[in-house]
């Protein structure tokens, strides 16, 4: 069973030892925290437990990193780890820029090591749905994908509703559509923190033509968690605050009767809703990591999808800035 140690045991790294002390072997907990170090050795008393990094990184036992600590940290620990010949699983963003984004890709790639950043919603079997039929053609042309991530809260004070929320929704949309965008715009307002804004409305354009938005921000009455795919034959919804009907087909769209000499109608039918299986997204995506691992497939492709997300978000971030208030 593949070696894992964990550094970062606040509010996600659990879900993370949770998932990899069923999956493989938990043989390294690492957090800053006293309190946190007591509370886990409690409740994983056969993995090692240290506040020190470094003492993972020394035991040449260990085969993979997984590293949940707060973004700003995760370039730093993932290039050392990968320098001392871990494989990583890094949560998102794997990096605040993409320069740093890239020179982890390289490390990995000179260390003969995998890469993973933890982009969670890759592995949404309901984002697996939308993708299939975006690629089954059964949308006709997509022409626009929208996103909304909207609550209230959490509201934070170290990275803005962007890098936050929009890391999400970003690694979905460039999934889905397959390219990078060649316009990037982003808009939005600090009213809590200073710098740290709180709604950020997001333009994508790309190179095909289509088009791509997201609304992100934790100062809104409405729970939303949703994607529009709007294609000139069908039309889908990823809802993921809906139980059972996470993904809804609507055979919605324009048409052009011969009779009307060129006028655009529109056409309704059928609204109906697959079934989505209900498995774990986390579960998945340390799977994946575990057979990256043991060798199967290749071990930098999710981590130059990555690059990519970074890219966008230092576009989007740069634009951000540079909008007027
Ligand atoms: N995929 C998802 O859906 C999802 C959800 C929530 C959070 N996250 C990601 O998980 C990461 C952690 O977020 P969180 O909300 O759990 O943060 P958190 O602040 O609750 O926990 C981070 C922990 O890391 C520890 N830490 C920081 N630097 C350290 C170091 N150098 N060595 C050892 N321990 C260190 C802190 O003591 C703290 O306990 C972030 O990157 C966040 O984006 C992902």
Not at 256 to 285: N, V
Request: proline share 6%.
């Amino acid at each position: 069973m593949t070696k894992i140690g964990l550094v970062g045991l606040g509010y996600w790294g659990p879900n993370l030892a949770r998932n990899f002390d069923e999956l493989a072997e938990l043989s390294w907990l690492c957090d800053l925290d006293p309190d946190l170090q007591e509370r886990f050795t409690a409740r994983y008393p056969e993995a090692r437990m240290t506040g020190e990094f470094d003492d993972m990184l020394n035991d040449p036992e260990l085969e993979a990193v997984v590293i949940a600590t707060p973004a700003v940290t995760h370039y730093e620990l993932a290039k050392r780890a990968l320098e001392a010949g871990k494989h990583v699983l890094v949560e998102k963003p794997p990096a605040m820029n993409a320069a740093e984004a890239e020179d982890l890709v390289s490390t990995a790639e000179a260390s003969g090591r995998v890469l993973l950043p933890g982009h969670l919603l890759l592995y949404h079997p309901a984002v697996r749905a939308v993708k299939a039929l975006m690629d089954a053609g059964e949308l006709g042309e997509v022409l626009c994908v929208y996103s909304n991530r909207q609550n209230l809260g959490k509201i934070r004070a170290d990275e803005n509703a962007l890098w936050s929320l929009g890391v999400h929704d970003l690694s979905v949309i460039l999934h889905l559509l397959d390219e990078e965008p060649a316009e990037t715009w982003a808009h939005g307002n600090s009213f809590l923190t200073p710098g740290v804004e709180d709604i950020v409305f997001c333009y994508l354009r790309f190179p095909s033509g289509k088009i791509a938005h997201m609304h992100l921000s934790w100062l809104d009455p409405h729970k939303m968690r949703k994607l529009t795919v709007v294609g000139k034959e069908k039309m889908v919804v990823f809802d993921d605050m809906e139980l059972e009907r996470k993904v809804t087909i609507y055979e919605k769209g324009p048409w052009q009767p011969t009779h009307t000499y060129g006028e655009w109608q529109t056409r309704t039918g059928d609204i109906s809703s697959p079934k989505i299986p209900s498995d774990e997204p986390l579960r998945l995506e340390c799977r994946h990591f575990l057979d990256l691992v043991a060798g199967e497939g290749d071990p930098l492709r999710a981590a130059r999808d990555g690059l990519a997300v970074v890219r966008v978000l230092e576009q989007l971030q740069a634009s951000l800035v540079a909008a007027p208030a």
